[in-house]
């Protein structure tokens, strides 16, 4: 799972609430103006809000159970919409307008933000030539000016929520002292490295480095320095990895690399070349930074959980040996 894929997923959880809202509130308020059309003898209009209660009602279904389907509400929730909408402003006249604004509020939280542009922009398109035609003109500019403002507001609404979860997600999913991914990800990644392999056998390599003496760094020198250090790293490694790599910082002194499509002995090469260039930056200024590391490359079959332990058990191998050094 890259950061793409965990936005979208969030996003899709987001709008599975929001649409099972709106499908809720228009089953609670729908269902009784459809009941009364038919018993005021309102057939065509009894049978279009029907629809639209029995199309809320799938949304509803489905969305309870974890299912989101965009072109079921974009192709046919919206058209039943604007076609009742229409529909109802022929037959009843002014009244149906004060329908119009929930229904273009509802687009924005059932559709993502494009899709509910692309709905609204066609609302307005058709229902603006009807009222222009229906409704008295004092009141038709009235209705215009009220509709277009509820439009961008939700539009504006729904870019800056938008904006603000994906800063929300950044933040979640980042360490913020290095930039580099966090555990959060870090399970699902592995996991979907697993299936991948699995299916494709491209290899995959994982190596682990622990920050040597890290902690009389620390002690020593104070938090400052340490931190100092961590960052240093963290930017040496996002400037030596492939764009299909991942750098994670999943402990205190502990960064992890995922390898895409590399074999164990270009996986310990690798590593042995950031170690060897780790010593050479000049993170602190009066001593040298070195890291050990652990290299394991995926076996067919094996678990995510097993591939990170063999790791975590060569990096202690490779501590006990002496640091400054890579076991694989």
Not at 57 to 81: D, K, M, S, T
Not at 119 to 140: G, H, K, Y
Not at 262 to 269: F, N, V
């Amino acid at each position: 799972m890259d950061t793409g894929t965990y936005s979208a997923e969030h996003l899709t959880n987001l709008r599975l609430k929001s649409t099972l809202g709106v499908a809720v509130i228009a089953l609670i308020f729908l269902t009784p103006f459809a009941i009364n059309h038919f018993i005021q003898a309102r057939y065509l209009l009894g049978a279009g809000s029907m629809a639209i209660v029995v199309l809320c009602a799938i949304n509803a279904w489905n969305c309870f159970y974890q299912r989101y389907h965009e072109p079921l509400i974009f192709w046919g929730l919206i058209p039943a919409v604007i076609l009742f909408l229409v529909l109802a402003l022929r037959e009843q006249g002014v009244i149906i307008t004060y329908w119009c604004y929930p229904a273009v509020v509802s687009f924005y939280f059932m559709l993502h933000k494009r899709q509910a542009l692309i709905a609204n922009v066609i609302f307005l398109a058709i229902v603006f030539p009807q009222t222009w035609v229906l409704l008295e003109p004092t009141f038709m500019l009235r209705f215009m000016v009220t509709l277009l403002s509820v439009s961008a507001f939700s539009a504006i609404f729904v870019h800056i929520i938008d904006k603000q979860q994906k800063v929300l997600e950044q933040h979640v999913i980042t360490d913020p002292l290095t930039g580099l991914f966090n555990r959060i990800l870090l399970n699902d990644i592995l996991e979907q490295t697993v299936h991948q392999n699995g299916r494709t056998a491209i290899p995959m390599t994982l190596i682990e480095f622990d920050v040597d003496h890290f902690k009389v760094i620390n002690d020593t020198l104070g938090h400052a320095d340490g931190d100092r250090v961590l960052r240093g790293i963290g930017e040496f490694f996002k400037t030596r990895v492939r764009r299909a790599d991942k750098v994670f910082r999943i402990g205190g002194e502990e960064f992890l690399i995922l390898l895409y499509d590399t074999d164990a002995e270009a996986g310990k090469r690798l590593a042995t070349e950031l170690c060897h260039a780790i010593a050479t930056l000049a993170l602190l200024p009066y001593s040298t930074v070195t890291v050990s590391a652990g290299v394991a490359t995926l076996e067919p079959g094996e678990h995510w959980e097993e591939w990170m332990k063999r790791c975590d058990e060569n990096l202690y191998q490779a501590k006990k040996d002496g640091r400054n050094r890579v076991a694989a």
